[in-house]
Each structure stands twice: as structure tokens, then as C-alpha cells.
């Protein structure tokens, strides 16, 4: 079974946007141990960066529509097993991910205002230059 990892985006007025991705898992890792293994790697609360670990951002703005809710975290949610096709971009097995998601976490989280994020109204305004 591949392993299954939903994570979101919650702005300061607790707006969400749900992001998933599935991961192959050659290594017949359980989700169990796959969940313990984020948690702890991820800040508290299963906080960490989408972007530094290669995960879609599920951001709420679009459009440079952004608000001073806004801040650049995306949140754990849940591990699982699916028999669904792998659709990380960047083809990696879960096992893969786990690594890369411990690296960043020693590392140290690079926390970034999102009004500079591609997308944005910084980013647009930038580009105006």
C-alpha cells in the first residue's frame, strides 16, 4: 500500500485549504510510524514550511489577493494507507520524504513572509519594477 499525506493551510481567521499528496512505499512503512516520524520532525502542532520540504503550498490567496491573516506554515494532518497512484512531483517514496522532511527540520524551518511569495501582491509589485 502507498501512504497517503494530507496536510493544510489555516489562516489567522481559521480558513483552510487542504493539500494531499500519495507516496510510493517500497519499505512497507506503516502509517504509524510514518506519523511519528513527522511529528516529530515538524514544529508544534505538526507546523512546518510546504515549500522547503518540495510540497505544493495550498496558500488561500490567489491572485496577489493577500491578507495580513496570512503567514507562510502549512499544518500536518494525517497519515494513511491507499491503494491510490503515487502523485508526488518529485516522485519520491515515503521513505524518501522522510528523510528529506528530517534534513530540513535540522536544518531549521526558513520561515518567509508570504506577501513575497510567488503569486502574491509583493511578488506582483516586484515584478513591476
Given at each position: 500500500?502507498?501512504?497517503?499525506?494530507?496536510?493544510?493551510?489555516r489562516?489567522?481567521?481559521?480558513?483552510?485549504?487542504?493539500?494531499?499528496?500519495?507516496?510510493?512505499?517500497?519499505?512497507?512503512?506503516t502509517?504509524?510510524?510514518?506519523?511519528?516520524?513527522?511529528?516529530?520532525?515538524?514544529?508544534?502542532?505538526?507546523?512546518?514550511?510546504?515549500?522547503?520540504?518540495?510540497?505544493?503550498?495550498?496558500?488561500?490567496?490567489s491572485?496577489?489577493?493577500?491578507?495580513?491573516?496570512?503567514?507562510?506554515?502549512?499544518?500536518?494532518?494525517?497519515?494513511?494507507?491507499?491503494?491510490?497512484?503515487?502523485?508526488?512531483?518529485?516522485?519520491?517514496?515515503?521513505?524518501?520524504?522522510?528523510?528529506?522532511?528530517?534534513?530540513?527540520?535540522?536544518?531549521?524551518?526558513?520561515?518567509?513572509?508570504?506577501?513575497?511569495?510567488?503569486?502574491?501582491?509583493?511578488?506582483?509589485?516586484d515584478?513591476?519594477?
Open positions: 500500500m502507498n501512504i497517503e499525506f494530507q496536510y493544510l493551510y489562516d489567522g481567521s481559521n480558513y483552510k485549504k487542504h493539500g494531499r499528496v500519495v507516496f510510493s512505499n517500497p519499505d512497507q512503512l502509517p504509524e510510524s510514518v506519523g511519528k516520524a513527522l511529528e516529530k520532525a515538524f514544529l508544534t502542532d505538526g507546523l512546518f514550511i510546504a515549500r522547503q520540504v518540495r510540497l505544493s503550498e495550498v496558500f488561500l490567496y491572485d496577489g489577493a493577500f491578507s495580513y491573516d496570512d503567514h507562510c506554515y502549512h499544518e500536518f494532518s494525517s497519515v494513511g494507507s491507499t491503494s491510490d497512484v503515487p502523485s508526488d512531483e518529485c516522485t519520491r517514496s515515503i521513505s524518501e520524504f522522510l528523510v528529506e522532511v528530517m534534513e530540513e527540520a535540522n536544518r531549521g524551518w526558513q520561515v518567509f513572509d508570504p506577501y513575497d511569495s510567488q503569486g502574491s501582491l509583493g511578488s506582483f509589485l515584478s513591476r519594477v
